[in-house]
């Protein structure tokens, strides 16, 4: 959107306007950083230990394979409680 005052022309940033998306900074979020996603590897593998995994077997599987056993925590700890 644009405005004429005299003969100054004024733009107003990030109102919507159509274009490339790369106007409003405001949105831009920080990149996926290595340190963090160590962070949440670890605390998903300590909660697997709490559920009743043994470590060795957490300790052979991938991060994808964590990540799909925390979807349903009941189910897991259901299944490793009769295993022990």
Known sequence: MRFAIG????GLKGT?????GRANDELTYSAKKPRERR????I????????????????????????????RPEKVRKQWAGKK
């Open 7 to 10: 003969i100054q022309m004024i």
């Open 16 to 20: 919507g306007t159509m274009g490339s």
């Open 39 to 42: 962070r949440r590897e670890a």
């Open 44 to 71: 998903q593998k300590k909660r697997l230990l709490a559920l009743g995994v043994p470590g060795a077997k957490v300790s052979k599987m991938t991060t994808k394979a964590i990540r799909q056993m925390l979807v």
